[in-house]
């Protein structure tokens, strides 16, 4: 049927009507889309009552994020999952559908510090009590869950930051299922090397800035768990304002694609890196989990198998020797994140942990001579070639 003649301004304004096409994209379109065209009032009762399913308004939900939170959900073995606007958002979304006043939030002691940060320094405003336990101990979280009745959430981190220790999870899920208490695990630095969700991990989070979307060029987070719990989680993030972008989905979606052969790769990668650092004599100290010198090491094995991921921590004599080495590095770069298809190295005490009391640094190893390294796709022996190099400089 012809249009009707309508003026400039008119034709201009108007959104055209989706191509007429009896194909479909291979490859999932990006749809910026903030709110959806409804045909009418009994289709919103419909949509609001779960009878029709349908996006809205894209703070609730669109079609990239749907589409990923799918993914991640299947990958990890979960009912649902939900994306957040950053990893950070994903927790927080999760503290904040858990925690309430009067209540506590159990913390392992070695957390990404804007974790802790969230619920030490922001929460407690609100009345949100926090405790801490071992996560390499698991009696130490049946001993603070004994000593606190009135535990709301526990978050621990698969492998933490910067030394890489070991969370061994179907112990610590037991504890805090026995006691029934949700248990939020931070899976970023691991995806794929195990899935907690078998172990008994109810609420798996992951920052997706990192790892999983693989390439630096995305801010973004999920959480996974089952279909109810992550509803709450979901409403609260849509009410703080936390959810995430389609762009940003599609790219993440992008990004995963090729996870798996990364995460093959780059823990193949690393454990030989962890082993000419571990052998060179102007290295101190290597912390890499698939190394039999790390304290985790039999936990690591099995938890995860043979592949240890892409995360390494190795250790010279002091802060200059350090940055001596950071600046004598001609091809890998400083850059304080990690997750992406290039190595890059980190100084935790100037930038992840930075402004921590020396108590906390201690007890994380957190020395002035520690360098985090984040092993991507090179080959083996051209960033050896770099690291050998700038390690003699120091
Ligand atoms: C980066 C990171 C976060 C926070 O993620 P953002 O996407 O930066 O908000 C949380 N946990 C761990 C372990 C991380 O490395």
Known sequence: MPHEPVSDATLCSRSPAPPRSSTEPLSPPIQLASVFRI???DEVDDLFGGRAEGFFYARDGHPNASQLADKLARLEGAEAGVV?????GAI????????ERGGRVLLSDELYGKTTTLVVRELSRFGVAHGFFDPSRPDSLREALAAAPDVRLVVAETLSNPLLRVCDLAAVAAVAAEAGVPLLVDHTF??????????????????????ISGHADVTLGAVVGAREAIGRVRAVASTFGQTGGAFDSWLALRGAVTLPLRVERTSRTALELARRLEAHPKVARVSYPGLPSHPDHVVARRQFGDRFGAMIAFEVDGRERADRLIRGLRDVPFAPSLG???????HPLTTSHRGQDPEALAKAGVTPG????SVGLEDVDDLWNDFDQALGLT
């Open 340 to 346: 992406d298809a290039e190595t890059t190295v980190s």
């Open 84 to 88: 957040c606007a950053s990893g950070m």
């Open 190 to 211: 691991a995806p794929l090397l195990c899935k907690p969700i078998a172990l008994g991990v109810p609420l798996v989070a992951h920052s997706l800035t990192k790892l």
């Open 39 to 41: 045909a009418g009032i």
């Open 370 to 373: 520690l360098i985090r390294v």
């Open 92 to 99: 927080a979304a999760t503290v904040l559908a858990n925690a």
